[in-house]
């Protein structure tokens, strides 16, 4: 039994264990969707970090940067800079105004079915396309480990192990599998990029000297331009990357999981150092690839370069620190999915089932089990998704739910904090309109499209040149909240002053 083989199942047992722990601490819906609000903000922020550094962070990125150079840090600095926007922009008010989903913030202004129905649907797609690419990265990853099992069948492994996570452990479970993966991803990341440093004799510019030289593109490896030869592409991405993170799904909910918006401000202090330091990082993975791995056979294993990360930890530890790598990616997809699986259940059970089919008078129990169901049905269709996707890379796809989350999720919250004049109609109208054009542009791009056969999805020849949509549906979800709200004469203003005082300072029900 190989080594990677057995670290694989000392993670798997050990997130097993966590979960059948966790599972007798989550009898009630605050426990199975926020844990029942008793995370530290340390914790939290750990488990935000875990929950945020997915496959595309380790595994995408680095076959990115290790394939195109600094077109691919991109992915690093756009992921970094989002949490700026989450942390003065959404955190605080998101916590004051919520109890377990996104759209139980909307609902304290507009308590509407529509809007919940809508907001639900919006956190649905996003977390199936994000969890598509953690999937994804999933299969190449146990594929490469472990030859005698097919791609297919990888994925149904991971898709079985995170159902399991989420439907026994709840948002405890995922929690406590993210800190550690977080922990265990941070540790092998700084073991790699200690090393490689090493070889360049630790000088900087001794390492950027020697890029220019090691890699096909030559001194391009180190101007932009390789991958995104279109300025409007770059611009695209980077906004999608920048602004998505502030509308993410399994993101948000993570602020339901501490007691109070300090709390949730501290959580996202932690996260941001944490999260820094990891993406700095990812240029020595990246660099330390393409020297040392080379590029023909990161293309080898994987043609989207999925495996570079684990590829370099074979040619400078050998087969234990391989083995390590593998199974550090493999607990990060877990642990992201896992949270991944939780938020796109919550948002069926609490917002849609119990809200909107049984009018809020469902009970405990009876949400917890529909969450539950939700969360088999959600992983079901995420993994006949991934199947088809096995050929994209995953930072992109991780790129384009951002633009997915930024288009139709961040105008309504701005807005609804933000903006008086804001109103039902308009929140319901840049809900979809954002939804709508950024999945209508990512089906005729050249991600879905392409002449070339084997490098796109289909055959054939895309209708936009974009790659990213996000520089066309982000600013059409703030035009349609903006439009949808003047072409109605309803005034939805009456709670403005006391939302924006809850939002600001946790004190509800001002009446009083």
Not at 361 to 372: H, I, M, N
Not at 417 to 433: D, P, Q
Not at 463 to 484: E, M, Q
Request: proline share 2%.
């Amino acid at each position: 039994m190989s080594t990677a083989f057995l670290l694989f199942l000392v993670i798997v047992l050990g997130t097993l264990v966590i979960t059948y722990y966790a599972s007798k601490k989550t009898k009630t819906a605050s426990e199975f969707y926020t844990a029942g609000g008793e995370l530290t903000g340390w914790q939290n922020g750990l488990a935000i970090a875990g929950d945020y550094m997915s496959a595309a962070s380790f595994l995408g990125i680095a076959g990115m940067i290790a394939l195109f150079g600094f077109d691919g840090f991109f992915y690093s600095l756009g992921f970094l800079v989002a949490y700026l926007v989450v942390l003065y922009l959404v955190a605080e008010p998101l916590r004051n105004l919520g109890k377990y989903t996104m759209a139980d913030m909307i609902a304290a202004r507009f308590d509407n079915k529509k809007i919940r129905g809508v907001a639900a649907l919006n956190s649905i797609v996003i977390s199936i396309f994000y969890m598509i690419a953690q999937l994804v990265g999933a299969g190449a990853l146990i594929s490469l480990l472990i030859p005698s099992l097919d791609y297919t069948t990888s994925v149904l492994i991971v898709g079985v192990l995170m159902t399991v996570y989420v439907v026994f452990g709840g948002m405890t479970a995922t929690s406590w599998v993210q800190i550690i993966k977080c922990v265990l991803l941070i540790a092998g990341t700084l073991i790699i990029s200690l090393i490689v440093f090493a070889k360049f004799d630790f000088n900087i510019g001794h390492m950027f000297s020697e890029m220019s030289t090691v890699t096909s593109l030559k001194e391009k490896f180190l101007n932009p331009g390789n991958k995104f030869a279109n300025g409007l592409d770059t611009i695209s991405l980077n906004l999608a990357l920048v602004l998505g993170t502030a509308g993410l799904p399994h993101i948000l909910i993570r602020f339901f999981t501490v007691k109070d918006a300090p709390t949730a401000r501290k959580s996202v202090v932690v996260a941001t150092w944490v999260i820094g330091v990891f993406y700095v990082l990812t240029l020595f993975l990246g660099f330390g690839a393409a020297a040392f791995v080379g590029e023909a056979a990161i293309i080898e294993a994987n043609a989207a370069g999925n495996m570079a990360a684990p590829l370099l930890a074979k040619a400078l530890g050998g087969e234990f620190l391989f083995a390590f790598i593998s199974a550090v990616a493999f607990a990060t997809i877990l642990a992201v999915v896992a949270g991944l699986v939780l938020s796109a259940a919550s948002a069926f059970a609490h917002d849609f089932y119990s809200h909107i089919l049984r009018k809020g008078q469902a009970k405990e129990k009876e949400q917890v089990r529909a969450a539950k169901l939700a969360s088999v049905g959600v992983a079901v269709v995420s993994i006949l998704l991934a199947l088809f996707a096995q050929k994209l890379n995953v930072a992109f796809l991780v790129a384009l739910a951002f633009a997915v989350a930024a288009s139709a999720n961040l105008p309504v919250i701005v807005f609804t904090v933000f903006w008086k004049r804001f109103n039902t109609s308009g929140a319901i109208t840049g809900m979809l309109v954002g939804l709508i054009s950024a999945l209508v542009l990512v089906a005729v791009s050249p991600n879905v499209w392409s002449p070339v056969e084997g490098k796109a999805i289909f055959v054939g020849t895309p209708w936009i040149t974009l790659t990213n949509p996000g520089i066309i549906s982000i600013p059409l979800g703030f035009l349609g909240a903006f439009v949808g709200t003047f072409l109605s004469s309803k005034r939805d203003d009456k709670r403005f002053e006391e939302i924006v005082v809850t939002a600001h300072t946790g004190i509800r029900d001002l009446r009083r």
